[in-house]
């Protein structure tokens, strides 16, 4: 399979119409002709990844997040550096195709896998977007105490901590989450009546705009929001393509420890 077969099969299932204005989605470096025939997928293209795929020779790193995020000036080898790793990628003749907010708001994106992941039925789309698509879900559960909640979300997740907002010695029964940065989406919580907002990196005024609406906010990190995203797309794109070797690469320690 070369790389723009396969780039032509996946924009037509993630469009890149759907992807927000700052984004840049879509082929990072690559020749379009290269014959693909090892695809490692990855939320970054940090040490770890790039690393494993010059070890076991893939020809294709798929990110969530785009490497090439802001307008590059130059390219300049630096430690620890994204210049750094994609000039090792382009020496290394590994492509690099990124899908990010296309990703995040199409149906069975981001938000519809850690929904998946925590047992939502029947979630509804939280903020409409292009085409039918939306970020975040929304779904309503058996009422519960907030507190078995979230000891029910960490052993689901497979994480050792959250950051909470919010009382958590109510009731409630209606569930928002959202994979990334979930700011910008307390409002649409707040309009649909819901009492608990799953997703990551609240900034103050969030929280007390939050707070004051009743909404509990439950933070699970950036990346643990995210990860639940990397199968599904592994098996998506293996159905479609099983003769090609697709393998997921995952962070072998936690994001984050509160102490």
């Not at 997928?41 to 990844?49: G, H, P, R, T």
């Not at 569930?175 to 940065?181: M, Q």
Request: aromatic content about 10%.
């Amino acid at each position: 399979m070369k790389l723009k077969d396969f780039i032509s099969w996946y924009e037509r299932l993630v469009p890149l119409e759907i992807q927000e204005d700052f984004d840049n989605s879509g082929i990072q470096f690559g020749n379009l002709n290269r014959e693909i025939n090892k695809i490692l997928i990855s939320l970054d293209l940090d040490d770890n990844c790039l690393n494993r795929a010059i070890r076991e020779k893939y020809d294709l790193i798929f990110t969530h997040h785009p490497v090439i995020f802001h307008p590059l000036k130059n390219i300049i080898e630096q430690k620890n550096s994204v210049n750094t790793r994609l000039i090792s990628a382009i020496k290394n003749e590994i492509c690099i195709y990124s899908s990010h907010t296309n990703l995040d708001s199409v149906e069975f994106g981001v938000s519809d896998a850690l929904a998946k992941q925590l047992g939502l039925i029947n979630p509804k789309i939280l903020d409409f977007h292009k085409n039918n698509t939306g970020y975040g879900k929304y779904s309503d559960i058996e009422e519960d105490f907030a507190e078995n909640f979230i000891c029910d979300l960490k052993n689901k997740l497979n994480l050792e901590n959250v950051i909470v907002y919010g009382d958590t010695n109510r009731k409630i029964k209606r569930i928002a989450v959202l994979g990334g940065s979930g700011g910008h989406f307390i409002e649409n919580c707040i309009d649909t009546n819901c009492d608990v907002f799953v997703s990551s990196e609240f900034k103050h005024d969030e929280q007390i705009d939050a707070q004051d609406n009743n909404l509990i906010l439950i933070d699970i990190g950036h990346y643990e929001s995210e990860k639940f995203i990397l199968e599904p797309l592994r098996q998506t794109i293996q159905k479609s393509f099983p003769d090609i070797k697709i393998d997921v690469n995952y962070l072998k320690k936690p994001t984050r420890k509160i102490f």
